[in-house]
């Protein structure tokens, strides 16, 4: 009928399993954050220089103190420094990311395509004339 030891194998397959699930989604952050700062670095890294320099130096910094923070004192909370290196880090890459964004920008045309592309005597005209009103 019913057992107590399948209850408990049914409970600590199901925490296993919620244990591997977060495991995985940890995995799958932590991949497309390197691949975020990556990508970021690769593309805005000649033109701005320093502040992914100031960002990558406060990652490491963070981290080399963490390191020695735990080696002297031992406390368990000095790894929380290295966490926010990192979260310094991704912000950074974020701001950059986030200012040099082209999403709100015009297009991208030269004056010729801008005159000999649009219609010239049409309502839309960017220069309002003055017309008077017609009488009926």
Not at 54 to 63: N, Q, Y
Not at 83 to 96: E, P
Not at 104 to 126: D, G, M, Q, R, Y
């Amino acid at each position: 009928m019913f057992d107590i030891d399948d209850l408990g194998d049914s409970v600590v397959s199901a925490l296993l399993v919620l244990v591997l699930l977060l495991l995985l989604l940890a995995a799958f952050l932590v991949v497309t954050a390197v691949l975020y700062v990556v990508r970021t670095w690769a593309k805005y890294y000649p033109e701005h220089r320093t502040p992914l320099l100031i960002a990558l130096a406060v990652c490491i910094g963070s981290f080399v103190g963490s390191a020695l923070l735990y080696r002297l004192t031992a406390v368990d909370w000095s790894f929380a420094l290295g966490a926010l290196g990192i979260g310094w880090m991704l912000l950074t890459c974020l701001v950059v990311d986030l200012r040099n964004r082209e999403t709100l920008l015009p297009e991208k045309t030269n004056l010729i395509h801008a005159v000999l592309h649009s219609p010239w005597w049409s309502e839309e005209s960017p220069v309002e004339t003055e017309r008077e009103p017609v009488a009926a």
